[in-house]
């Protein structure tokens, strides 16, 4: 198949960048979307110019590395899945591919279509963690969890970090991702120690961010690869209101 | 400082801290519109049903009740809209470059049009306490029953005679409906209320309630004006202006 491509490129992160079209000639329809990008790399690199620089490791949907925003969507319409599950046969021959990077101040572009996410990093160094020792695994049956909580925080543990969330919402809004991060351990009895003051680090590391904040349109839900659903959301505000409302009265 | 003002201070600061505000105080701006057509609908009632109410409002705990609950909406109002501007800015700033190609998955229309609705109601709101609670039409103002009770019922339907107002209100409601129909799902989810298993019955519930309150609303100018309720009652108890002095209780 034969596409016309829009691509973002931006030479360094000060640079103003534009869209550039490429023409991605005879493209196997078996070619997942970052194969495709390789194929037109090639190319790109026969005529002497800089190939097209994109994020990508695992390619089988795990690492949540790939972060290319397709057509306006983070990951493309296609649900459920990362960019580099996408394949090229849900395109049709002639189709023009709008190809930019997830959008946030709080993600800046690096190169092209690459961008820092290393803000979520820092989040999860804010309070995404249980720092008491927790020594080898314990017998299954001295810890009872029940099923409904081992479910959700199991769901909410699916996170990859990819930020598709922050990409998908209109104002860069983190609240999925930090939900998530949040719900996992906020739901499990080894995370209820620490349970206000890591809702409170987390949400405050996220401010300071330069992420904005939920308006509940569920963007992010609608294009999350791993299907958090914004039930974490609810949690995460239901959890930051007594966690402050505890800190202001102790 | 002391640790009861910082942890304010910061929890206004924070992301959530100022959701939760516009949450509580939408919850209570509801709750008020839903009193308020509530009472509207004794316009349908007749003039005495509609006037026994404006004088039991306005004399609620001597006359002091009103104006209780006239700071309390004022209060919510306010925060409501300082919360709310200030997070739209935040957001703007957040996503300060939008993509070369848009689109939108699942957010609806009434969604993405938040601050610009809720900005036309304020417009509205204003215009609206000019209108009948200010009284700045010395028409309106001067309307009285034959015992000297100001007439709100007649004042009403005077004031919806003009084709501007009605279609002020008009847009004016329905751009509030609009406002309604995510922001009280929106309340639920803020307020950590809102699950999967429960958002299909809680966007219907919004969205229910928002056409209630348009269609009741929206009844009453448009009978009125359109179908000419209340009309033919009129000339019995409209005083003239200049033998009585307005009256506002």
Known sequence: ?250 | MNALTKAISQFWQSSIGKKLVVAITGAILVGFLIAHVGGNMLIFAGREAMNDYAYFLHHFLHGAGIWIFRAILLGAFVLHIAATIALTKQNRAAKAESYEHEATNIASKSSRIMIWSGLTVLAFVVFHIFHFTVRVDPELAGMKEPSGRHDVWGMVIVGFQKPLVVLFYFVGISLLCSHLSHGIASIFQTLGWRSRSSSDAINKLGLAISIVLWLGFLSIPLAASVAGFGTDQLEATVTDVAETAPEKH
């Not at chain 1, 860069?172 to 499990?188: D, I, Q, R």
Request: aromatic share 6%; glycine share 6%.
């Open chain 1, 1 to 250: 198949m034969n596409l016309t491509l829009k691509v973002w490129r931006q030479r360094h992160a000060n640079d103003t960048g534009t869209i550039e079209t490429y023409e991605a000639k005879s493209i196997p329809e078996e070619a997942s979307f970052l194969e495709m990008l390789d194929i037109v790399n090639e190319q790109i690199v026969e005529s002497g110019d800089e190939p097209i620089h994109f994020d990508h490791d695992c390619r089988e949907g795990i690492c949540g590395s790939c972060s290319l925003t397709i057509n306006g969507v983070p990951h493309s319409r296609e649900k459920g899945i990362t960019t580099c599950q996408v394949h090229m046969r849900k395109f049709s021959d002639g189709d023009t591919i709008w190809i930019e990077p997830f959008r946030g101040k709080a993600f800046p572009v690096v190169r092209d279509l690459v961008v820092d996410r290393s803000a979520f990093d820092r989040i999860v160094a804010a309070g995404g963690y249980i720092s008491v020792r927790t020594g080898s695994a314990e017998d299954a049956n001295s810890l009872p969890v029940s099923k409904d909580h081992a479910d959700a925080s199991f769901d909410a543990a699916a996170c990859i970090g990819c930020g598709a969330c922050v990409a998908a919402c209109k104002n860069a809004s983190a609240m999925l991702f930090v939900g998530a991060k949040a719900a996992h351990l906020n739901l499990l009895p080894q995370g209820q120690p620490e349970k206000d003051k890591r809702v409170l680090a987390m949400v405050r590391k996220m401010d300071e961010e330069g992420f904005g904040n939920c308006t509940n349109q569920y963007e992010c839900e609608a294009v999350c690869p791993k299907e958090i659903s914004a039930d974490v959301i609810a949690k995460l505000n239901r959890d930051y209101a007594v966690a402050a409302t505890k800190e202001a009265f102790t």
